[in-house]
């Protein structure tokens, strides 16, 4: 199944850390990528690969896999990390090769 | 700096087709796999396909029937056609620029600002 599953909503106190997960089978065979997307701007890549970040992303953010569940931490939560989050994987077989998305975590900085 | 722009009619009239263009600055399309991708009003990410060295094409297979991805080398661009569009369509549609690493994972690190499509008569 190419299917991506994520927690609808998680809060974190101010300063915090807190961790956003991601459960789905394509996840044994790919690392996931995470995006952020403020309200009414496009989403934004801040991880790909084993725990990458695009230049200008704060080191605050890293990744990590553990078999078919993907984590994106952030250490030290700022309220401008308040948004939603979306993990993004690959899903190929003989058939067919499809890109899916996880529905998204909206992050509440307390 | 890459930079991608979304442009097309904002509505679109049940049963028609849709039409979007990308237009990329700072970067080829005859390089690189380039995606669109949609989110309905209060909804999530939904990839509909990629479009790669201007020829080969892949589909997310909901869509696979509707859609056509091209380009055009010679402006720079690449196009999305959705035909039979429905309510259901309606959505701020996004074109971004994609890798795929050798080990086989993906990831898009350019997007344009998306443009918003409301399907209604």
């Known amino acids: 199944s190419s299917e991506l599953t994520q927690d609808p909503a998680v809060s974190v106190a101010l300063g915090q850390t807190v961790t956003i997960t991601c459960q789905g089978d394509s996840l044994r065979a790919y690392y996931a990528s995470w995006y952020q997307q403020r309200p009414g701007q496009a989403p934004r890549l801040v991880i790909y690969g084993k725990n990458n970040r695009p230049s200008g992303i704060p080191e605050r953010f890293s990744g990590s896999d553990s078999g078919t569940t993907a984590s994106l931490t952030i250490t030290g939560a700022q309220a401008e990390d308040e948004a939603d989050y979306y993990c993004?994987?690959?899903?190929?077989?003989?058939?067919?090769?499809?890109?899916?998305f996880g529905g998204g975590t909206k992050l509440t900085v307390l | 700096q890459v930079q991608l722009q979304e442009s097309g009619p904002g509505l679109v009239k049940p049963s028609e087709t849709l039409s979007l263009t990308c237009t990329v600055s700072?970067?080829?399309?005859?390089?690189?796999?380039w995606s669109w991708i949609r989110q309905p009003p209060g909804k999530g990410l939904e990839w509909i396909g990629y479009i790669y060295d201007s020829v080969l094409t892949n589909y997310n297979p909901s869509l696979k029937s509707r859609v056509t991805i091209s380009a055009d080398k010679s402006k720079n661009q690449f196009s999305l056609k959705l035909s039979s569009v429905t309510a259901a369509d309606t959505a701020v549609y996004y074109c971004?620029?994609?890798?795929?690493?050798?080990?086989?994972?993906?990831?898009?690190?350019?997007w344009g600002k998306g443009t918003t499509v409301t399907v209604s008569s």
């Open positions: 700072g970067d080829s399309i005859s390089s690189n796999y």
């Open positions: 971004t620029r994609d890798f795929y690493d050798s080990t086989g994972y993906t990831y898009m690190d350019v």
């Open positions: 993004q994987s690959r899903d190929r077989s003989s058939t067919h090769h499809h890109v899916p």
